[in-house]
């Protein structure tokens, strides 16, 4: 499995839509005087911010201002595509790419509005085709790679305003990451109370459970994202130890700085798991996961493969995002099913 970007690539889930490409669509409208576009109007200068704005965010050490809110924003993985759902921001979308779930049914309709410009990461000339002027991201080292032409700066030249999930580079994730990055680009779009509710809609639910747990002993979790030779599985550096923590287990792995990281095949048996948690997504399926773990001869005589005791979570689910409130129920169920 690849590292860089954190997730392998995996074929479009059941249902996908073909990839619509967006053509260049801006044209002069009732500002052509003031823009000098056509006709021999004088060129306008700058354009003045829009009411309430400029507004600047912190994304991890860098700033990011916006002087209106974007109209034609492109959003790059799942977990980001899914935050400006939620918020009601499809009308602001021109593009998206890289699902590795099925996107929420309760998105179905919106996200079926919203053109596909790639079945993983578009081309810097598929981005410039949909004329962006916001470009947000899920994993900024692959979803920005100036190896592959994307770079921050390149897009930034051509005009696009760059924004990246603040999981990356969080020194330590919490809930309130989660509360910061939707505020974030509540801030960045104008819609502040819509946001404010997604967030204290994903507190109620984490608190519900909570509240169900108590009196529970925690469970040590071990996270498979994928087994093969290796455990690559979930460090204690992003939201995934949160999920696990506050649904009532303890990810074994949490002392790793890291988001996602290899472990071995013994130090993942010698953690003892009392439970797996399997990230279900691409290509290989959560039952050939169970299998590789059942047939291992050291995860085997674990506590976890000797009872079964195995959870399963969408990949999706288990970065900073608006699925998290939803993470914590879902996982605490299968731990501690007699709490619920």
């Known amino acids: 499995m690849h590292q860089e970007p954190p997730f392998p690539s995996a074929p479009a889930p059941a249902g996908r839509r073909a990839v619509r490409r967006t053509a260049p669509a801006l044209a002069c409208t009732a500002l052509l005087a003031l823009a000098g576009c056509g006709g021999g109007g004088e060129p306008a200068g700058e354009a003045a911010p829009a009411e309430g704005y400029p507004v600047t965010v912190q994304e991890c050490d860098r700033e990011v201002t916006v002087d209106a809110p974007p109209e034609r924003a492109v ?5 980001t595509t899914e935050i400006m759902l ?5 009308d602001r979308m021109v593009g998206t790419a890289y699902l590795d779930d099925a996107v929420l049914p309760s998105y179905a309709d919106a996200y079926e509005s919203v053109p596909v410009l790639a079945e993983q990461y578009p081309s810097f000339e598929d981005l410039l085709a949909a004329e962006p002027d916001f470009v947000y991201a899920g994993f900024a080292s692959s979803a920005f790679s100036a190896d592959e032409g994307r770079g921050r700066e390149a897009l930034e030249d051509a005009g696009m305003t760059t924004y990246a999930s603040i999981e990356q580079c969080a020194d330590e994730v919490t809930m309130e990451t989660v509360a910061a990055e939707i505020t974030n680009i509540g801030r960045i ?27 529970t002993e925690p469970v040590d979790v071990l996270v498979v994202d994928s087994i093969d030779g290796t455990v690559f599985t979930s460090g204690g550096a992003g939201i995934g130890t949160e999920i ?6 303890r990810n074994v792995f949490d ?3 890291k988001v996602f990281a290899d472990v071995s095949i013994e130090q993942a048996a010698d953690r ?14 959560v039952e050939e996961k169970k299998e590789a773990l059942l047939a291992d001869p050291l995860l085997s005589g674990t506590p976890a493969v000797e009872e079964e005791r195995f959870a399963v979570l969408p990949l999706t689910s288990s970065v900073v995002g608006n699925r998290v409130g939803g993470a914590v129920e879902e996982v605490a169920g299968q731990l501690h099913p007699d709490a619920f």
Not at 75 to 79: D, F, K, P, R, W
Not at 244 to 249: D, F, K, L, S
Not at 272 to 285: H, K, N, Q, R
């Open 244 to 249: 696990i923590a506050h649904a009532g287990g």
């Open 189 to 215: 779009f104008g819609v502040e109370d819509r946001a404010g509710e997604l967030v204290a809609g994903i507190e109620e639910q984490v608190a519900g459970v909570e509240q169900a747990l108590e009196g």
């Open 272 to 285: 003892e798991p009392e439970a797996i948690l399997i990230y279900d997504y691409g290509e290989v399926s």
């Open 86 to 90: 939620a918020l009601g921001l499809e």
């Open 255 to 257: 002392d790793l700085d």
């Open 75 to 79: 959003t790059l993985n799942q977990h």
